[in-house]
């Protein structure tokens, strides 16, 4: 039995709004899990699910073997850290952090000894005795987190911590939430929309749409093999190319060229992607183009161009010299050619 | 946009004139008047007045029927406080709660707050008279109630009739500082706190503080000026002049006893009040009582 299973876990809203359809994973001891997704997938409903924040319409959630879907969220044993930090604006950061342990009964002395060495492991110990309005973001943050750390629960879930910090902080921010994780080894459910947060900081990523789970599987899982058209578009900067097709005989044409892909299929309404660094600049090769739009990014750039009358990008090393509205000459490698059946959206 | 320029040095007076004239004649010549008529002695018939220091400031403070008005006045400032706060806070958490018919709620809790405290007074004299009052004959039968005698149960029955109408405001109020709460840092707490009650006095209660505070002083303002009404619909100050409030006593003593040197004294004590209120509202709360 795994650590937190989720088994066809489903949650309607009042309005009948299906925000999580029949869910089901499992999730290990000190595992990091993301769940990434677009904004209104469910990603944050099932995390406040698991939380015991939201009332589970059906399904079964258990946490180290035991049913914890009637239980109350205070004695589920897992500590939260939301996006908008909700540290108790009356109360000193000591307070804040010392809160919940205050209310489970714990003696003075243990509090004062646990709520010090969080403080001192998040480097905020000079701040105890303020209150949450004289911090800055990125120490409201740490904050949240020593509130959620010096529970010591079985279970970390964070909701989007990171998007209300500037780019700088909320790259070091979380590699220092990878590192506590790894350093603590506690079971820890991240929710994001950034893929960069997903691709970096999850052991697993499950990428959801619409309330269902697309894919599930590690970073490199999802990034080499997505398992639909969603996720292969969803994941990776600048998004995948997908280029719409037929293949009769395992060859798909597009713009009257020949792609043999090596495989005996034949789909009538197929569609084959491409990533953006994929695409092979060469002199000689059998498609070209015009390159619409050039970003340049320092060491790569971003050719944004069409074939027939589908539109692809692709990213080149910037010593390539390849100016806007210039001719070049590109393959479509199959070895690196990902292939999806228009009708079910699934992998080939 | 053309800038118009006024030429002349006296147009300005002008065009601030109206509104000169209104503050001037409503506002500053009562207030004239009323430290005039605090410091002069009028003779009984009209006839002539003749200055008399602090003479009306001495007598009031030696009038026992003033002290008695004083006495009752913050009695039943601080029990509405008490009553209204309590109640509108309650039926705020109470209605904040709710799933279904969230708004039929709040509406018809906000209602009596549209009701002229005499119309109030009136409806509670329907309540309250010994002919034909529901709540008299009730609270009749339980105790032998009888506010045209017994002191306790006049109070009773001013402080409900000045108490359901202010109910309704501090509603609004609490509700709208309920809302304000984010829903994050109740769900925290819901993380952290197993047991409503505990978690409504250590993070709802103190985050509604500053709305509280806000709420005590209009409660006290309201009960001290505002119940005039309520008070000469109902009680009239029965029994004796028990149930008078401070302004219910200056107008009588002003209008009805035509002794406008004592009125003027009781009115610039009211002031005085007002002053201290204001004072301390400024002082230590408008400063203290803020989170963001």
Not at chain 2, 224 to 230: A, C, K, P, Q, S
Request: glycine share 6%; net charge neutral; with cysteine.
């Amino acid at each position: 039995m795994s650590f937190l299973e989720l088994q066809n876990v489903t949650k309607i809203y009042p309005n009948g709004t299906k925000a999580v359809n029949e869910t089901s994973l499992n999730i290990e001891n000190g595992e990091f899990v993301v769940f990434v997704g677009p904004s209104g997938c469910g990603k944050s409903t099932l995390l406040r699910m698991i939380a015991g924040l939201e009332d589970i319409t059906s399904g079964d959630i258990s946490l180290d073997g035991n049913l914890i879907n009637n239980i109350d969220p205070s004695e589920r044993d897992v500590a939260m850290v939301f996006q908008n930090y909700a540290l108790y604006p009356h109360m000193t950061v000591f307070n804040n952090m010392a809160y919940g342990l205050k209310n489970r009964g714990i003696s003075k002395e243990e509090i004062n000894n646990k709520v010090n060495d969080v403080a001192k492991l998040l480097e905020i110990d000079q701040l105890l005795s303020r209150k949450p309005s004289m911090l800055s973001g990125g120490q409201r943050q740490r904050v949240a987190m020593g509130r959620a750390i010096v529970r010591n629960p079985k279970i970390f879930l964070f909701d989007e911590p990171l998007s209300n910090l500037d780019a700088k902080l909320r790259n070091q921010m979380r590699l220092e939430i990878k590192k506590l994780q790894r350093q603590m080894g506690v079971t820890s459910i991240f929710v994001t929309h950034d893929q960069t947060e997903a691709m970096t900081l999850g052991d697993r990523i499950v990428v959801i749409n619409n309330g269902v789970v697309e894919q599930l599987g590690t970073p490199k899982d999802i990034y080499s093999k997505p398992n639909t058209k969603f996720v292969a578009e969803f994941i990776g900067s600048p998004q995948m190319n997908l280029f719409n097709c037929k293949i009769e005989n395992g060859v798909a044409t597009i713009d009257n060229k020949k792609i043999n892909l090596d495989k005996s299929i034949n789909i009538e309404d197929a569609c084959i992607g491409v990533r953006p660094d994929d695409i092979q600049i060469s002199e000689n090769g059998q498609y070209s183009s015009v390159a619409n739009l050039v970003e340049y990014l320092g060491s790569e750039m971003i050719i944004y161009s069409t074939i027939g009358n589908q539109q692809f990008s692709c990213k080149l090393s910037s010593k390539i010299e390849l100016k806007a509205e210039e001719n070049f000459n590109f393959d479509i490698i199959p070895s690196t050619v990902h292939v999806f059946d228009n009708n079910t959206g699934l992998r080939v | 946009m053309k800038k118009v320029q006024f030429t002349s040095k006296y147009s300005q007076y002008f065009f601030l004139a109206p509104q000169l004239l209104i503050l001037l004649i409503f506002l500053y010549w009562p207030i004239v008047q009323t430290f005039r008529d605090a410091f002069t002695m009028q003779d009984a018939f009209g006839f002539g007045s003749q200055f008399a220091g602090f003479d009306n400031f001495l007598f009031i403070f030696s009038d026992p029927s003033y002290l008695t008005a004083f006495k009752f006045t913050l009695i039943y400032s601080f029990v509405i406080t008490l009553i209204t706060g309590s109640m509108g806070l309650l039926l705020a958490v109470q209605a904040n709660g709710i799933m279904h018919g969230k708004n039929a709620y709040k509406t018809l809790l906000i209602w009596p707050y549209a009701i002229a405290p005499a119309v109030v007074g009136v409806m509670a004299n329907y309540f309250f008279s010994e002919r034909y009052g529901l709540l008299y004959s009730l609270f009749n039968n339980l105790w032998g109630f009888n506010w045209y005698e017994d002191v306790f149960d006049a109070y009773i029955y001013v402080i409900i009739a000045g108490s359901w109408k202010q109910i309704s405001a501090n509603f609004i109020f609490f509700l709208a500082g309920l809302q304000a709460i984010q829903k994050t840092v109740i769900e925290a707490s819901i993380i952290d706190c197993k047991s409503n009650m505990r978690r409504f006095w250590t993070i709802t209660f103190p985050l509604l503080m500053p709305t509280t505070f806000f709420l005590i002083i209009i409660n006290i303002t309201y009960a001290f000026f505002d119940t005039f009404g309520i008070i000469d619909t109902t009680t009239i100050g029965a029994p004796g002049s028990e149930t008078k409030t401070l302004v219910y006593k200056a107008y009588i003593d002003g209008f009805r006893g035509l002794d406008l040197g004592s009125a003027g004294a009781q009115s610039i004590m009211m002031m005085l009040i007002v002053l201290v209120i204001t004072i301390f509202q400024f002082r230590y709360i408008e400063g203290k009582i803020h989170y963001n």
